[in-house]
């Protein structure tokens, strides 16, 4: 029983690289985001999709792109990475019925140098 | 302001100690109430689910909500080393669909 599945764990970018973080659920889940994590600021959504086919900006959208690829899958896209985008990246999904409880990776540790 | 304050620690406490963590909001719509622990370079799990205001208990674990002061609590009973991990509060409202997280506290249980 895999949950949420992301790859890659660890990447180092140079700034101004581009790079596309992969997620997948198999749990039939309606609803996925991507929140980052650093020291002291908690997680904080970066864009979320309620259901297939549509996509919200979350509290720290700029600097990032996504596609919600088909149920299963949520990419996160840097199209110009920039050093204060160094963190650790987490997807989640929920069954979207409100009240949602999520379901988490276990991380991408991105560094931009 | 930030919408949701939880104390970052660290806590260090002995095993076998009772362990409070707390967290106080400010958007009165919140409604459900959860506690996430997350081990070192894993991602958060889920630990305890809780609507509205009052208690639930699930084994060594009791997560309390207090609408009326906007502040909730996760008491853990019996600490364990295993206990050991950062621990976040996570709150949602009603069509809300994405959380808001505290910024976590980091719990150590010392043998």
């Known amino acids: 029983n895999a949950g949420v599945t992301q790859t890659p764990k660890f990447q180092v970018l140079k700034t101004g690289q581009s790079m596309t973080l992969q997620c997948a659920q198999d749990?039939?889940?309606?609803?996925m985001y991507w929140y980052r994590q650093d020291p002291g600021m908690g997680l904080r959504l970066i864009y979320y999709?309620?259901?297939?086919?549509?996509?919200d900006k979350g509290e720290v959208p700029n600097g990032y792109n996504v596609s919600r690829l088909n149920k299963r899958e949520f990419s996160l896209r840097l199209e110009s990475a920039a050093p204060s985008q160094t963190s650790v990246y987490f997807c989640?999904?929920?069954?979207?019925?409100?009240?949602?409880?999520?379901?988490f990776g276990s991380g991408t540790q991105l560094s931009v140098l | 302001q930030k919408e949701v304050e939880q104390d970052p620690g660290p806590l260090s406490v002995p095993e076998g100690a009772i362990v409070s963590l707390n967290c106080t909001y400010s958007?009165?719509?919140?409604?459900?109430f959860m506690w996430y622990r997350q081990y070192s370079r894993k991602g958060p799990e889920l630990l305890m689910y809780?609507?509205?205001?009052g208690n639930k208990e699930d084994g060594r674990f009791t997560a309390q909500v207090d609408k009326s002061s906007k502040y909730i609590s996760l008491f853990i009973r019996d600490s364990q080393p295993s206990d050991s991990a950062t621990y976040l509060c996570?709150?949602?409202?009603?069509?809300?669909?994405?959380?808001?997280f505290g910024s976590g506290t980091r719990l150590q249980v010392q043998p």
């Open positions: 989640a999904s929920s069954g979207g019925m409100g009240g949602e409880k999520l379901f």
């Open positions: 749990m039939n889940h309606n609803s």
């Open positions: 999709s309620a259901s297939e086919g549509t996509t």
């Open positions: 958007n009165s719509a919140f409604q459900y």
């Open positions: 809780t609507y509205s205001s």
């Open positions: 996570a709150m949602s409202g009603t069509g809300r669909r994405a959380l808001t």
